[in-house]
């Protein structure tokens, strides 16, 4: 059974930085995008940044240039460094895995809070 498990959430004071991590057990598969999305209450999840087993990345406009992802193919893990940070980025952060082929099954985690406030 495929399981997700974030780390590294917390409270920092605007313009602090955070690094979140993700292990995924149980993935069989070689060829994976591996991402983060986040919700902030009241709003729907969103992608924050994915990349590939093979090394492709895209960040969503908000995270581009203050946010890094990055991932261990062998390992199953992928981190999310995040730096300045402001209140906008409060939200429950999700890490995401999936199949890079059809049927491209998804596999979340549990979410790990990520609060940004003075």
């Known amino acids: 059974q495929v399981q997700l498990v974030e780390s590294g959430g917390g409270s920092v004071l605007p313009g602090g930085s955070l690094r979140l991590s993700c292990a995924a057990s149980?993935?069989?598969?070689?060829?994976?995008?591996m991402g983060w999305y986040r919700q902030a209450p009241g709003k729907e999840r969103e992608l924050v940044a994915t990349?590939?087993?093979?090394?492709?990345?895209y960040y969503a406009g908000s995270a581009e240039g203050r946010f890094t992802i990055s991932a261990d193919n062998r390992k199953r893990t992928v981190d999310l460094e995040m730096n300045n940070l402001s209140p906008e980025d409060t939200a429950v952060y999700y890490c995401?895995?999936?199949?890079?082929?059809?049927?491209?099954?998804?596999?979340w985690g549990q979410g790990t809070q990520v609060t940004v406030s003075s």
């Open positions: 149980g993935v069989t598969f070689s060829a994976t995008v």
């Open positions: 990349v590939t087993s093979g090394g492709t990345i």
């Open positions: 995401n895995v999936r199949r890079n082929y059809t049927p491209r099954f998804n596999y």
